[in-house]
């Protein structure tokens, strides 16, 4: 595949970042801000400059580890995976193409000061004119941006070193005319007045020494932009009397005409209209390198990533968002869709700011020659001040946000989805803090000391199975010389009394407390033996539960149908209001067992199930599989991370170990002396999230289900089960 030519200087470097700025942000926002917030517009401006540095030097670190076209799309894709990339790709490259229809339409404005033009069409010529010339290459482009740059800021100049004296301070007063709310607002309104200050990093690919020139250009461009606004919004307000401006569709003429008179409104029409065909032209350069770089990834159709035998450039790419840029121009409202490019921007720059971190902590191949100051400190205040920022942008554009969010989502998962195999670096970072803490938890649940064990019997069972039930406890029980209770719960119909049915033991009352008394003696354990009645088995159990403190509940199970599942049964409600771990056991015998096999469901393995895996191998001197789901989208750093958390895992264990990803429709057929799995929740979610399944009745399954408290929540266990 071809790639760019290195030809972008450092010069082109900070005209075309500059250019990509001072637009719209100077020449239309500063007469809808200062409506917003009075004179404090001044302030706003700064704290916008001073908001937007955090993704700014991210940015530049990221830009010199990956000198790459694509920029935001490329290291959020990176750094957070392609769905996301597609999110910030796609988004992106509207929202640029949205800045740059406003700046030809709001530039027209300033030409019918002196020339009678339709404005929409004189707009779209202006399009294809800067459309023609970003075909022809990004060398003849960035000459064009150092040009317009230069003559731009010439006028701008004369317009602060001529107005700047004739400033009235009574102009400022009351400064916070829209108080704290105002300059919010206002702040978030002009936000997207800097959103080009990291535009260069989309052409990095095509920048000389990009670890040197793309710092440099990005923040000397954002302090010499920031101080210019600051001057120029600064004398608007100082010259103009108060309420003339606000509203104004070319508020620095007007400012000039004050000043400067009608040469000095014909050299600010000049500068504005430079400066917005720049801004124009910039914004083509910059987002018709998203679907570009996006189209090399296998996110678009390749066709995009074609560049021209000719000029050397994304033609296509760059025709496409022409194309768009041109409807836009002749048929959407851009004042009104800008808003929402705004707040998308806003969005994108929190994104910079946490795939900083994962590409920081992160286990990859990542060598910045330049490094982010004050680091995480600066991106956490990046993230927070961004949404902060959101909030003041109105529901219209956050809902427009979204709705590109959501809409880019769709086009991964229906296009894309499909044809890639890889993850974010973030994907990894939050797979190694699951697995890290999954093992913190192990730990504690493997040094839990269970001291009384209630084996809850329910109904008539054979001395094998209850011998079997009893095992089991006292495997629980043994390394800490608990105790054992044995209990018959007998269910009574609602209208016989309790006190009635308790009188005298019923045969098979003494029959189980004979039984239950030979099995305790057999085994060498202590058992206590008792018999509840009542008229509600599963709230006795809870109950009794509760009242004895114990650690553990140890039934018989049967298997539930898909309608128990969804709306619940007995044992559910059972299972969920316990107030300690319930072992539900699929009774075939447990004659000291010495091959136990550990299922698992693609996520890590429940702590409190290999403690009682633990247990039990280490009460019959067994060994211990287990048995992992194979990944459904196997990639290189997942199995690297996956397979560290199965070998610290396996050296937890106090018996031998074995490591099996056999597919677990394959692994249901062996037959280990007694398999252990995790209870899945029997509820929607737990059908959903339950993927292994249900272990047949070739040997005793025992299925565990922590305490509720221990339990993780329903996101926690998507992220796991994604992740894993």
């Not at 461009?221 to 001057?231: G, I, R």
Request: overall charge negative; some cysteine.
């Amino acid at each position: 595949m071809k790639t760019l030519e290195r030809d972008l200087g450092l010069p082109t470097v900070l005209a075309i970042s500059i250019g990509a700025m001072i637009g719209s942000g100077i020449f239309i926002l500063p007469a809808l801000a200062l409506d917003i917030a009075g004179p404090s517009v001044i302030l706003a401006y700064l704290l916008a400059g001073v908001l937007v540095i955090p993704a700014a030097v991210s940015k530049s670190e990221m830009a010199t580890a990956m000198p790459e076209a694509g920029g935001t799309y490329l290291y959020i894709e990176r750094g957070m995976g392609p769905m996301m990339g597609t999110v910030a790709g796609v988004g992106t490259w509207f929202s640029l193409a949205f800045k740059g229809g406003l700046a030809l339409v709001g530039g027209v404005p300033y030409l019918l000061i002196f020339f009678d033009l339709p404005t929409k069409p004189v707009a779209v010529a202006l399009a294809v004119v800067l459309i023609l010339i970003n075909l022809v290459g990004a060398k003849q482009t960035g000459r064009l941006q150092v040009a317009i740059v230069v003559v731009m800021l010439a006028a701008l100049g004369w317009f602060v070193v001529g107005s700047a004296p004739q400033s009235t301070g009574t102009n400022f007063s009351p400064f916070f005319g829209g108080g704290l709310g105002g300059l919010l607002e206002a702040t978030g309104l002009v936000f997207v007045s800097y959103a080009g200050v990291t535009k260069v990093a989309s052409i990095a690919e095509e920048v000389e020494k990009p670890d040197r020139n793309i710092p440099l250009g990005i923040l000397g461009s954002l302090a010499f932009t920031t101080l210019l606004y600051v001057l120029i919004v600064a004398i608007i307000v100082g010259v103009t009397d108060a309420g003339t401006v606000a509203g104004s569709a070319t508020p620095v003429a007007a400012a000039a005409n004050q000043t400067l008179g009608t040469l000095g409104v014909a050299a600010v029409v000049l500068a504005a209209i430079l400066a917005l065909v720049s801004t124009a032209n910039a914004g083509i350069l910059s987002s018709s390198r998203y679907p570009f770089a996006m189209a090399r990834d296998g996110l678009v159709p390749e066709s995009l990533a074609a560049v021209s035998d000719r000029f050397g450039t994304p033609s296509l790419s760059i025709t496409l968002t022409g194309a768009v840029l041109v409807l836009l121009i002749a048929f959407v409202p851009i004042v009104e869709i800008a808003k929402l490019a705004s707040a998308f921007q806003i969005l994108v720059f929190i994104l910079i700011n946490v795939a900083l971190v994962a590409f920081r902590r992160g286990d990859t191949d990542y060598e910045p020659s330049f490094a982010a100051p004050l680091y995480p400190w600066m991106q956490g205040f990046g993230v927070l001040s961004g949404i902060v920022l959101l909030t003041q942008m109105g529901t219209i554009a956050i809902t427009g946000a979204v709705g590109i969010t959501v809409g880019s989502i769709a086009w991964y998962f229906l296009y894309a989805s499909t044809r890639i195999d890889r993850e974010g670096v973030a994907a990894d970072v939050v797979r190694r803090e699951v697995g890290r803490s999954r093992i913190a938890e192990t730990e504690d649940a493997l040094d839990e000391q269970r001291y009384e064990v209630l084996v809850a019997i329910t109904r008539d069972i054979s001395r094998e199975r209850e011998r079997a039930l009893l095992e089991l406890a006292a495997d629980q029980v043994r390394p800490h010389d608990g105790r054992v209770v044995a209990v018959w719960f007998e269910e009574v119909p609602d209208q016989e009394p309790l006190a009635t049915a308790a009188e005298t033991q019923t045969p098979a009352e003494v029959a189980f407390e004979s039984q239950t008394d030979e099995l305790a003696a057999e085994l060498g354990i202590e058992v206590d033996v008792g018999e509840i009645v009542s008229h509600d088995t599963k709230h006795s159990m809870v109950n009794f539960a509760d009242h004895r403190r114990v650690d553990t509940i140890v039934a018989e199970h049967e298997r539930l149908r898909l309608r128990s599942r969804l709306i619940g049964d007995p044992i559910d409600w059972m299972v969920r209001h316990a107030p300690c771990d319930v072992l539900l056991v699929d009774n075939q015998g447990y004659d000291s067992p010495q091959e136990i096999e550990l299922l698992g469901d693609g996520s890590p393995f429940d702590p409190t199930a290999i403690a009682v895996t633990d247990t039990v191998a280490v009460a019959n001197n067994g060994q211990v599989t287990l048995r992992f789901l194979p990944s459904t989208t196997p990639a290189e750093k997942r199995e690297r991370t996956v397979q560290e958390y199965r070998d610290e895992l396996a050296g937890l264990l106090s018996v031998s170990v074995e490591l099996d990803t056999t597919p677990t429709a394959d692994a249901v057929a062996s037959t280990p002396d007694v398999r252990i799995q995790r209870g899945a929740d029997y509820r929607l979610r737990g059908a959903f999230l339950d993927r292994k399944p249900r272990a047949p009745s070739n040997c005793t399954a025992i299925t565990v289900y922590p305490e509720r408290a221990n339990q993780p929540g329903f996101v926690r266990r998507l992220v796991e089960r994604v992740l894993f």
